[in-house]
Structures are given as C-alpha cells and as structure tokens.
C-alpha cells in the first residue's frame, strides 16, 4: 500500500468533509475505535508519524500490528475518498459500474451483468474513455462467449467489429500521447531550438514520430494529444504563430465537447496556459490580459469544486502568468506584494511543484528584481538556479541565469 509519508501527507491534504465521510465509513463498517481510526487521528492532530510517540499515546497497537495497522489505514483511506468523489468524477463512476458487472457474473447472472456493461460501455463512448470502454467490451466478449443470453447472433459480430475499431483508436492514441510526452521531455532536456541544425533534428524527430491520422476518425482525447504535440513542436522551434494557432485549437476543443470540461479541467487549465505564453512571447498585451482574466476566474468559479490536484496547477499556471503579466506591462512597482507571495508559496511548498518549476521561478523572480534595480536580491535568486544545477533539465535557463549573473555582478 502507501509508503507512510504519503499516508501523512494525504490526512493533511484531506477536506473536513473527507475526514467526515472516513469516520462514517469506519462507523458503518463497525467500531469507531477500530485502531485504524485511533492512527488516523493521531496523524491527523500530529501531522506526523513517530512510532515511539504513537506506542505511546495508543496502547492497544502494539509494535507487531503497526504496519498491519498502516496498511488498513491507507487502504480505507482510498476506499473512502473513492466513495466521497464517485459521483463528482465520471471515471470513478463508471468504474465503479464496471465492478458491480463483475460481481453479478460472479453471482451468475448474466443478464444483469450484459446490461450493467452496457451502461458502462455508453458512459465510456460518451466521455472517451477508450481503455475502459475496450475492457467493458472484453468481459461482454466473454460473457456472451460462455454463456446463452439469447442476443448472441447478431451481438457477436458487433461486439468483434467495436473491439477491432477500439483497438484502431487506441493505438493512433498511444501513438500520440506518447509524441506528446517525447517532446515535453525534450524540452525539459533542451529548452528551445538555438540554430537551424538543431530545428532541422526536431523536424526530423517530430514527423520521424507522428502517425498517419484522419481528423475525422480522432476522439476527444487523440485530438488533444495532437494539438499539444504541435504546442510542444512550435514552442521549441519559437515559432510562435503556429504555437498560438494550435493553442487556439485545444481550447476550442472544449466548445467541440463540452461535456469535457469537468472530467478534463486540468487539460482546459493547460490550454489557456499555452495561449497565455503564446501571446506573452508574441507581446500582444491586450489579448494576453483578457486571456489572463479568463484563468483568474475559474478560481472565483466555485461551481468547478477543483481538486487538489488542479487547484496546484492552476496557483502555478497563475504566478507563471502573473510574473508575465508584471513583464508584459512592465509593471515592476506594482509587482512587490505578488511576488512576495510567490516567495512564500514556494519557501512554504504549498505545492508539489517540481524542480523545473521552481528553477524557472527562480529565474523569473531574479528578472524582476534585476527589473527594479535590486541588484543583490537578483544575484541572490540567480545562484539559487546555479546551487541547484541539474545537468539534464533546463539547460536553457541555466544559460541565461549564468549571463545575468555575470550582467549583474558587472552593474555593481
């Protein structure tokens, strides 16, 4: 199960109504002094997990049960949050769904089973949920394969003529999502293209990698990892008019499915960051600036009741773009109080952001202060980027951290 400081760390990540719902679960499933619970609030008032302390405090866990104990904790901790959020994430849902065919085929019936499936099936092709849509489909194959349900006939020759059309689309899929994935990594290895050599091997690397495809035959999803593999190649290659155009086309994806935006917010949040830079490297501040308001407000949203994970990514995408934002209008000034946030947020680690993003932050933050003329705090936040030097990330921002370094030590 969990590795315990993730156990940790979940209980501290948990909304009061989610510490709520694991307490009643515990009720339900008998005594609310289970010694799983008595860990459970013993991490949650400590924030911590030190087993001297926690022989201490509960005597009826003893040394021997303790990693017993942990795994039960983790395990109905997960149970918990799945039941809490089942009905807010459609996967979840349709999941879940997927386990009760299960069951009833273990239970012998079959029917019930056929029609659970299909219920999953249709969720699946609704919300492009491929894979799982390939799995219902499977278990139907064998369910109408061993046993007679009377729909055999005409069934079986649609059930092999969708499996085929499945496997067809994930395979384009894969074959995308994985372009897509190469191409972050390169960037996070290279940064951008810096001669035509260098732009004539992304050429060769990007189409030596993109699959044969019919726009027409692409899902939800196939499309979006098509327009971030053309985000990703244009951004390196700085060209910037092609990056906008493709950035364009993933946010307009959401108004060709609109059904997307909540299972897929975290995509729609990346989306407005790539048009948000796009325009930022363009300096077209006034579109940049409404585009701008437009990340903001889907904090204010409350109806999107953003996950952990997507509210990180949002704080991030908005100190990105609100340091672009101070640069574009030059708003150095004004800047002091955000960027004094962005200092506490990353000496407090909010978020789990990487070591790119605070390398990159970094950086940024040295470039304000250089813009303000404090020229020690910038060489401050300079060597922060040189201290923590990754030889293969970055390499890029390295560079230029070294060149203002030496520009800044010049002008004192």
């Known amino acids: ?60 866990i003893k040394k021997s049960q303790l990693s017993n104990v942990k795994a039960m904790l983790s395990k109905q901790i997960l149970r918990s949050l799945i039941d809490v959020h089942k009905e807010e994430y459609i996967e979840l849902k349709a999941r879940e769904k997927f386990n009760f065919a299960k069951v009833l085929y273990t239970m012998g019936l079959y029917r019930a089973s056929l029609d659970m499936l299909d219920v999953v099936i249709k969720m699946a092709e609704e919300y492009h949920m491929k894979p799982l849509g390939f799995m219902a489909i499977n278990f139907e194959k064998l ?41 972050y990594a390169r960037y ?82 990346k989306g407005l960051n790539n048009v948000l830079t796009a325009l930022f490297m363009a300096q077209k501040q006034e579109m940049f600036n409404d585009v701008y308001i437009k990340l903001n407000e889907i904090s204010i949203d409350k109806s999107k009741n ?40 990353i000496a407090k680690q909010t978020y789990p952001w990487d070591v790119s993003r605070i390398m990159v932050f970094n950086y940024k933050i040295a470039c304000f202060y250089f813009g303000i003329g404090d020229l020690s705090t910038t060489i401050s936040y300079l060597n922060k980027v040189e201290n923590s030097f990754q030889p293969r990330l970055k390499v890029d921002i390295q560079c230029f951290a070294r060149v203002l370094n030496l520009i800044a030590h010049y002008d004192l």
């Open 143 to 183: 369910i109408e394969s061993q046993h007679v349900t009377k729909s055999m006939s005409p069934r079986a020759y649609k059930l092999a003529t969708t499996s085929d059309n499945i496997v067809n689309q994930l395979s384009v899929a894969n074959e995308l999502s994985n372009l897509a994935l190469l191409l």
């Open 306 to 345: 953003l996950s952990v994970n997507e509210k990180a990514q949002l704080s991030l995408f908005k100190y990105i773009h609100g340091l672009n934002h101070i640069f574009i209008g030059a708003n150095y000034q004004s800047g002091y109080s955000f960027i004094e946030n962005l200092e506490m947020t």
């Open 1 to 60: 199960m969990l590795k315990i400081a993730d156990v940790v760390t979940l209980i501290t990540k948990m909304s009061k109504s989610e510490k709520r719902n694991f307490k009643l679960l515990a009720q339900k499933t008998g005594s609310k002094d289970k010694l799983y619970v008595q860990l459970f609030d013993f991490i949650e008032k400590s924030k911590n997990y030190d087993v001297a302390l926690i022989l201490k405090s509960i005597p009826s």
């Open 188 to 269: 996070l290895e290279n940064g951008y293209v810096k001669n035509e050599e260098e732009y004539k091997q992304l050429h060769q690397y990007f189409h030596s990698l993109l699959p044969i495809y019919d726009i027409n035959d692409l899902g939800f999803y196939e499309k979006l990892n098509l327009y971030q593999s053309f985000v990703w190649f244009y951004y390196m290659a700085q060209n910037f008019v092609s990056y906008y155009k493709y950035s364009i086309k993933w946010i307009l994806l959401f108004e060709e499915y609109p059904m997307m935006m909540r299972p897929a917010t975290i995509h729609y949040i």
